[in-house]
């Protein structure tokens, strides 16, 4: 039985994460406030965790031991386009979608059992080569951001044999994309545990599709 957490479990791509290994893993929501659907998973549950609030990440941490398993993937939408900069929220996604899986896997990372794994749920649209439309600065620079967090995290942690892996999920039908998308969330999550059921020392740091396709930086 591995020990998984999970940010942002309590709707969405999170929770259909959680749902897909609930049955035989001992799976840790990490969550601001649990949704009835987490609770009726009966999954454990720590509430309270804002992966932007260092001190509720820490007490979060402080809860755990013998992670084999960390899952990254809070995040946060926001439009910002050129003519209609939001700085505010260009500076919530930071937070959120860059910082905070940063935040989380350090704060977490004493307690993943050496040769444990670490994934973050990226999007495409960090993607600095596949930009060809423009626009959602905030968004796309956050993820970015944690692009580079991940592969700093790959190297950082490859001599206690952790490995770090970036998925994009596809376009979900979820809250964030206002029920739009290409596929459910539970069909999401399954093609994102099988990018985390392959993640290991030799491919760690990359960042893939969820279909497996390997995208570029
Ligand atoms: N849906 C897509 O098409 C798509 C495409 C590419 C990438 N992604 C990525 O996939 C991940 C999951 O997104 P989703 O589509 O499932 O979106 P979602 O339904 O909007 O869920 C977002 C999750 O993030 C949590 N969250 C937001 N801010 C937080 C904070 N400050 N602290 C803790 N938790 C916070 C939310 O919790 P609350 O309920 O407390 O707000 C919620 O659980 C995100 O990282 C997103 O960027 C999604």
């Known amino acids: 039985m591995f020990r998984i957490v999970i940010t942002g479990a309590n709707r969405g791509i999170g929770l259909e ?21 987490l609770r009726a998973l009966g999954a454990r549950i720590i509430d309270g965790v804002d992966v932007t609030d260092q001190a509720s990440v820490e007490a979060a941490a402080a809860e755990l031991e013998d992670v084999d ?55 495409r649209m960090g993607s600095l080569a596949d930009n060809t439309s423009g626009g959602a600065y905030g968004y796309r620079m956050s ?12 190297r950082d942690l490859a ?25 459910d969330p539970d069909a999401a999550a399954a093609m994102i545990w099988e990018r985390i059921d392959e993640l290991d020392l030799e491919n ?13 930086w």
Do not use: Y
Request: glycine share 10%; hydrophobic share 45%.
């Open 17 to 37: 994460l959680a749902r897909a290994r609930h049955e035989h893993n001992d799976i840790v929501a990490l969550v601001r406030e649990p949704s009835d659907e």
């Open 69 to 123: 398993v960390l899952i990254n993937n809070a995040g946060l939408l926001r439009s910002s386009s050129l003519a209609h900069l939001d700085w505010p929220s260009i500076e919530a996604q930071m937070q959120v979608d860059a910082f905070g899986p940063l935040r989380v896997s350090a704060a977490l990372a004493p307690k993943i059992k050496d040769g444990g794994k670490i994934a973050i749920v990226t999007s």
């Open 159 to 183: 001599s206690r044999g952790i490995s770090v892996g970036l998925v994009h999920p596809g376009f979900v039908r979820t809250q964030m994309t206002g029920g739009n998308g290409h596929i």
């Open 204 to 216: 760690t740091g990359t960042f893939w599709h969820a279909n497996g396709e390997v995208l570029p």
């Open 143 to 154: 993820k970015c951001a944690v692009n580079m967090v991940a592969v700093s995290l790959s």
